[in-house]
């Protein structure tokens, strides 16, 4: 249990605002110290073992960015970054000044962001190098009231599936392939009693025509895989959701192979399905009353061989539509086709997808940012502020109509780049993806359709805000994790 009562021999963390500071009786001290209370500012004083950390953000200036506000998961990592160099584990939230209007979301918060700092990728470091350290957080008791024993079991439920995700993409495609996914999978997933799981192999990919998938992933010693799970909810349904994540487990770009330093870190173009697949397992292990979940995910190594897929190829999508191959780098948007097509056939309210899709999403906003596209403005609004509750950066992107035609081929129905070369290369692949969640496009004679119609749909390219090269929220660079805790959120607010 990391979160326990009061522990006399912890570092005892106190949160201040401007407002407040004097009435602490260390006036001379913190002017010494240049100690402000500024968000983010923090003095650490060993001897009496307190650490003091700055919460008063100036938000006075005429700024149009929600994520300009206090971040307490933020903070939280902040505040152990600032241990990094020391031996400290035990830790204490000791005071919060009034002024913050410190609540059991912040806390909750808080608490997940030193988790979530004092947790390293480790798998192949010598245990002596490791980095992760086992903290003990204690609370003082005047908190007692704003974390209930329901509130810590979610807390670790949400780091332990966070450092899921986190490993998944860090891990080397040796690790984490096509094959390995289906076993990992079922160790994860497979003794859930709410949950069920088809796992497809390529033979059932083959057999159910999703050509998309198999054309990626033909050049690759592991033949491509798929996982369908679903999470039942404990009372009536009321609601279903279908999540899709990009599962590339190696991206060298095909025989339109990536140049030098562009294919380092394409291990983790499958962050896509490692963040669906931690928010499946988040909500199983939470547990929801009203809501269908549905994930599903196609998992292909896109490589280069005399059996590779080439620009010229045709492919007859799962949807029955036709996509001529321009570029092999271009692979994320035709495992997502096969796979939108197929959360259609269960016909669910809402569709998300998350996908490592572009480089220009990185361009456009910075590798910090999710693009948040959609086809329904009441959705994506709904999503975004979840977004924007759980500080985890993203913008709302719009799909302009008179770009579609951009993505529209002259011998197939699509093609897999855009007329218009790089520009708003985002858009115009979620632009491309919009064609398989509206069935009315539809023809494949094997998907029996009794109402075509276009499904209520998200798709976040999380090109730049999966993986980190500069710190991220956590203060880490690496896999970040992000969108889950969004997501989680959103599902969870319309499960009611
Ligand atoms: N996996 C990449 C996108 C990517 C780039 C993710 C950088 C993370 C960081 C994707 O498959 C890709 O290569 N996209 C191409 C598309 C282009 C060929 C139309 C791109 O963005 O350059
Ligand atoms: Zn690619
Ligand atoms: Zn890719």
Same mark, same amino acid.
């Given at each position: !249990? ?14 201040? $605002? ?7 009786? /260390? ?23 307190? =650490? ?26 902040? #505040? ?19 002024? $913050? ?13 030193? !988790? ?5 990728? &480790?798998?192949?470091? +010598? ?23 329901? /509130?810590?079991?979610?807390?670790? #439920? ?8 986190? $490993?998944?993409?860090?891990? #080397? ?15 994860? %997933?497979?003794?859930?009693?709410? %949950? ?79 963040? !669906?697949?931690? #928010?499946?397992?988040? *909500? ?38 036709? =996509? ?24 669910? &309210?809402?569709?998300? +997808?998350?996908?490592? *899709? $572009? ?13 948040? !596209? ?6 994506? &609004? ?44 985002? =858009? ?55 969108? *889950?805790?969004? =997501? ?9």
């Amino acid at each position: !249990m990391p979160i326990s009562p009061q522990n006399p021999n912890a570092i005892k963390i106190n949160l201040v $605002t401007k407002e407040n500071l004097a009435s602490l009786d /260390k006036t001379e001290l913190f002017e010494s110290l240049k100690f402000k209370g500024n968000y983010k500012q923090i003095v650490f004083l060993p001897e009496s073992k307190q =650490i003091f950390v700055g919460v008063s953000l100036d938000i006075s200036n005429k700024v149009f960015d929600p994520f300009f506000k206090v971040d307490f998961f933020n903070l939280g990592a902040v #505040i152990i970054n600032s241990l990094a160099k020391t031996k400290i584990t035990q830790i204490q939230l000791e005071y919060v000044d009034s002024a $913050t209007e410190f609540n059991s979301k912040n806390l909750q918060d808080l608490v997940l962001g030193m !988790m979530q700092a004092s947790w390293n990728f &480790d798998t192949y470091l +010598d245990t002596k190098k490791a980095k992760t350290k086992q903290l003990e957080i204690s609370l003082n008791s005047s908190f007692d009231g704003l974390l209930d024993p329901n /509130k810590i079991t979610e807390i670790e #439920i949400f780091n332990t599936n966070l450092n899921l995700v986190r $490993t998944l993409v860090e891990s #080397i495609p040796e690790d984490v392939n096509p094959e390995s996914m289906m076993k990992l999978i079922q160790e994860n %997933l497979g003794n859930k009693s709410n %949950l069920k799981l088809e796992l497809w192999d390529a033979q059932k990919l083959q057999e159910n025509k999703l050509n998309s998938v198999m054309f990626v992933g033909r050049a690759s010693r592991y033949q491509p895989t798929l996982v369908h799970a679903t999470l039942t909810p404990k009372g009536e349904i009321k609601h279903k959701i279908c999540l899709v994540g990009k599962g590339v487990t190696y991206d060298s770009g095909g025989l339109d192979i990536k140049t030098e330093g562009h294919m380092k870190t394409m291990k983790t173009d499958m962050a896509g399905s490692a963040t !669906m697949f931690g #928010i499946i397992k988040t *909500l199983a292990e939470i547990g929801l009353e009203n809501t269908e979940i549905h994930w599903i995910s196609a998992f292909a190594e896109n490589m280069v061989a005399p059996n590779s897929y080439k620009a010229d190829d045709v492919i007859t999508s799962y949807s029955g539509q036709t =996509i001529e191959i321009l570029n092999t780098d271009a692979e994320g948007r035709l495992l997502l086709a096969d796979c939108l097509s197929l959360a259609t056939t269960f016909n669910p &309210d809402y569709i998300i +997808d998350a996908a490592t *899709l $572009t480089g220009a999403c990185v361009v456009a906003l910075s590798e910090r940012y999710t693009a948040l !596209m959609s086809n329904d403005k009441q959705f994506s &609004d709904s999503l975004f502020s979840h977004f924007v509750a759980e500080n985890e950066n993203a913008a709302q992107v719009i799909l302009p109509q008179d770009l579609k035609e951009e993505v529209a081929g002259t011998i197939s129905d699509l093609i897999n780049t855009s007329k218009v070369g790089r520009q708003a290369g985002h =858009i115009t692949a979620g632009l491309f993806l919009g064609h398989f969640v509206d069935q009315k496009l539809f023809r494949n004679p094997d998907i029996k359709l009794e109402n075509p119609k276009e499904f209520s749909w998200v798709h976040l390219d999380i090109a730049g805000s999966a993986f980190n090269n500069k710190k991220n929220s956590i203060e880490h660079n690496g896999a970040t994790g992000q969108s *889950l805790r969004s =997501i989680v959120s959103w599902v969870r607010g319309l499960d009611g």
